[in-house]
């Protein structure tokens, strides 16, 4: 059974405390009155938590990460543990908040498309003279990149800048867009899009949840070109099946991609990530499904899609490996009609990513297609034994030395204070001692405190953990698996000769 110190209990092992360490009773030296200001101090600390019911609860509940929020001043002072600790996830969403609206979110994408289908099929003009080399021509057929800042203005607004350039075949294009979301509610929000490039748009797209399990997302945009106003929509409702599945209905009008209804459905688990979709319209319908194994043990993700519509059929298959906190790199390789065979790598460290779609062959051949799935392993194995892993290994070794320092340098303050915390506690034992001894009350002779080695006896023990001194050599902590001796302060706890102790420490 717990039972909780009364207020009247809190008020005297206050008084008791403050007298015990309070800096003016401990003489004019400067490490003593040190010590016994900073231990002062922790007193005066626990007793306004544990004489404030709501700062109290709050400790209970959150511990001492929760009373270092600000805004618990606000709050009304009679809430449950579960009110607390959601309260406490509210103020710190809104410390995130505010601390998000000093930064900006660069991402970014670098997109290198690769024609190498002359090593595995070449070809001639027939009117010119034939010439064979044994270097096949391999080229850059296009490049693309995208960067993007978001910029929270608010804690409503949040502003994100576009820019897009690339190049195909020597001609070149580009564009900078602007947007605005303004979040209305918890329910929704609302963006206003500006850009130029190919001629001037607007766009708007607002979003809404209508209810606890479903959401409506729709989006219209004007393009002003040369040969007029190209409007474009796309609506999407989502409803929420179960706890792993989402079902999405979408329609697209306008623009220069056609017409098109899709119907899709996505349930993504701890172990599975699974999806299928089904669109009609033009220029294509088709009906694709996608599977992805992941792996988590070993940072690994393993994904088939497969793809069949009325421009033809696509096989894809891949691997997405972690290799950091932050980054990953992935491969994939697609084969199909009319496509043929195609490689696809990617890198991404934090926002920023690059994509490098390399296209081998135009028909479906055994050969492109076993070198698109070895090469990349092979060259994954060597990377990984001669690169990856011997930095990962380094930053390893780095990080536990550095958390063995801290860790180190924080017992090191922690035995200090436990020292001079017992150093201080020694006037008054002397005097509680004495007092116990002149009426034949309680006298502790020796206490300790741990586990002693097995068949060890306490006069067993070394000077330094049984007798009256108060440090504890570090060696000795060692020796006798962090067996310490606790007389002094157990002497110091006696009252009438009575010694009572918290169930915690026992």
Same mark, same amino acid.
């Given at each position: ?8 209990? !809190? ?5 008791? $405390? ?8 401990? +003489? ?34 959150? +511990?001492?990460? %929760?009373?270092?929020?600000? @805004?618990?001043?606000?709050? $009304? ?10 309260? /406490? ?75 897009? !350039?690339?190049?195909?075949? %020597? ?16 329910? @929704? ?25 479903? $959401? ?11 040969? @007029? ?25 306008? +623009? ?15 172990? /599975? ?62 084969? %199909? ?32 297609? $076993? ?58 034992? !002397? ?18 405190? +741990? ?42 706890? !006696? ?12």
């Amino acid at each position: 059974m717990l039972l909780l110190a009364t207020p009247e209990e !809190i008020n005297s092992a206050y008084r008791r $405390f403050s007298r015990m360490f309070h800096p003016d009773k401990h +003489g004019t030296d400067p490490s003593r009155q040190k010590w016994a200001e900073q231990i002062f101090n922790k007193v005066k600390e626990a007793y306004e938590v544990l004489s404030d019911a709501h700062k109290r609860a709050i400790y209970d509940t959150l +511990g001492k990460k %929760g009373l270092e929020v600000d @805004g618990w001043e606000l709050i $009304f002072r009679t809430r449950t543990p579960r009110e607390i600790r959601e309260e /406490y996830e509210r103020l710190k969403r809104e410390r995130e908040e505010r601390r998000l609206q000093q930064t900006a979110n660069p991402r970014g994408t670098i997109t290198m498309s690769i024609n190498a289908t002359d090593m595995f099929m070449k070809y001639y003009d027939d009117y010119e003279i034939e010439e064979v080399s044994s270097i096949p021509d391999i080229e850059v057929s296009s490049i693309t990149i995208q960067q993007s800042i978001d910029v929270p203005v608010t804690l409503a607004d949040s502003v994100t800048l576009l820019g897009n !350039i690339s190049t195909q075949n %020597g001609i070149g294009s580009g564009s900078v867009n602007i947007s605005n979301r303004h979040l209305n509610s918890q329910k @929704g929000w609302t963006e206003v899009e500006f850009g130029i490039g190919n001629g001037p748009l607007m766009g708007l797209k607002v979003f809404r949840t209508i209810s606890r399990l479903m $959401f409506l997302n729709c989006g219209t945009v004007l393009h002003f070109t040369p040969r @007029g106003i190209s409007p474009t929509l796309a609506t999407t409702a989502a409803l929420q099946l179960d706890g792993h599945s989402v079902g999405y209905l979408t329609y697209r009008a306008g +623009g220069t991609g056609g017409s098109s209804m899709t119907s899709s459905y996505v349930r993504d688990s701890e172990h /599975y990530h699974t999806s299928a979709a089904l669109q009609l319209g033009t220029p294509h319908s088709f009906i694709s499904i996608s599977l992805m194994r992941k792996l988590p043990e070993h940072d690994l993700k393993l994904r088939l899609a497969l793809k069949f519509g009325t421009f033809g059929g696509i096989v894809e298959y891949g691997v997405e490996k972690k290799v950091s906190q932050q980054s990953s790199i992935s491969a994939s390789v697609m084969v %199909g009609i009319p496509t043929g065979v195609m490689l696809k790598l990617k890198w991404a460290y934090a926002s920023q990513t690059l994509v490098v779609p390399i296209h081998l062959s135009e028909e479906v051949m055994p050969s492109p297609v $076993f070198y698109a799935t070895v090469i990349p392993l092979l060259t994954w194995v060597i990377v990984k034994k001669a690169l990856i892993d011997p930095i990962a290994k380094e930053r390893r070794d780095r990080e536990r030395q550095r958390s063995k320092e801290a860790n180190y340098d924080r017992l090191q303050e922690m035995q200090r204070e436990a020292r001079a915390t017992v150093e201080l506690m020694k006037e008054t034992y !002397i005097r509680i001692k004495n007092d116990e001894e002149k009426k034949k009350g309680l006298v502790i002779l020796k206490a300790l405190y +741990g586990k002693l080695p097995a068949g060890a006896k306490s006069h067993d023990l070394p000077a330094e953990a049984t007798g009256d001194s108060t440090t504890t050599q570090q060696s000795t902590l060692n020796v006798l698996a962090e067996v310490i001796d606790v007389t002094i302060p157990l002497q110091c706890l !006696i009252k009438d000769s009575r010694l009572e102790l918290l169930e915690a420490s026992k």
